[in-house]
């Protein structure tokens, strides 16, 4: 079953905790991409990728980091999190045709 | 770079009303049109797309939408609505070839009631 898997779903943390959070997809997509949802805001892109070793940044980068050494995996990493941090993480995936392929979502709290 | 609205935050609807949301968006070159929806609890899906042809598009469970290019407009449609159609929805759009780019609005909650 094609999907894109993202782990863990719900998380709290502690400011300054590092913690990364992984996403997998099955598809063979090159393009994958990181969104946060917060109320009111929609869905906003964090950082995505193009291909194995080439990332660039999004709309809302601050605070984050990404790598993409695979091209099935593209991992979310925060380095010191802090409470503005708090929401709602979606990875996603796309072959060229330029729809999305969303993961579950991972609930994250930072206190 | 594009931006989308949807001017409606808050939809209320009864069941077998017709549904219509807007979306605007404002960006000067060609774009690919999206409309996603977001089921309580899920993750997004796609709902219908559009980038090039016909400007009336439809999509799955009844729902289409309409690209009125002078207007900057994709607003999307259903005649009928169900219980189970409450969600919300998402509007969404890229250059065409920029997909990296993809822009979202900043959704419209959709109520249905029994």
């Known amino acids: 079953e094609a999907q894109v898997t993202q782990n863990p779903r719900y998380l709290i943390t502690v400011t300054g905790k590092k913690l990364t959070v992984t996403c997998s997809q099955n598809?063979?997509?090159?393009?994958m991409s990181w969104y946060r949802q917060d109320p009111g805001l929609g869905l906003r892109q964090i950082y995505y990728?193009?291909?194995?070793?080439?990332?660039d940044k999004g709309d809302v980068p601050e605070g984050y980091k990404v790598s993409r050494k695979e091209k099935r995996n593209f991992p979310l990493i925060l380095e010191s999190p802090s409470p503005n941090q708090t929401s709602l993480y979606f990875c996603?995936?796309?072959?060229?045709?330029?729809?999305?392929?969303f993961g579950e979502g991972s609930r994250l709290t930072v206190l | 770079a594009q931006s989308v609205s949807q001017h409606n935050h808050h939809v209320i609807l009864s069941e077998a009303a017709s549904l219509e949301l807007g979306c605007n968006y404002s960006?000067?070159?060609?774009?690919?049109l999206f409309w996603y929806v977001q089921y309580p609890g899920q993750h997004l899906q796609l709902l219908l797309k559009?980038?090039?042809?016909?400007?009336l598009v439809k999509g799955i469970k009844g729902f289409e939408a309409e690209f009125i290019k002078s207007k900057f407009s994709f607003n999307l449609r259903k005649p009928s609505v169900q219980w189970s159609d409450t969600a919300e929805y998402f509007c969404?759009?890229?250059?065409?070839?920029?997909?990296?780019?993809?822009?979202f609005g900043t959704g419209t909650r959709l109520l249905v009631s029994p």
């Open positions: 996603a995936s796309s072959s060229d045709t330029g729809e999305l392929f």
């Open positions: 969404a759009v890229s250059p065409q070839g920029g997909f990296q780019k993809l822009v």
């Open positions: 990728s193009m291909n194995v070793e080439a990332t």
């Open positions: 559009y980038f090039s042809g016909d400007p």
């Open positions: 598809m063979n997509h090159e393009y």
């Open positions: 960006y000067g070159g060609t774009v690919n």
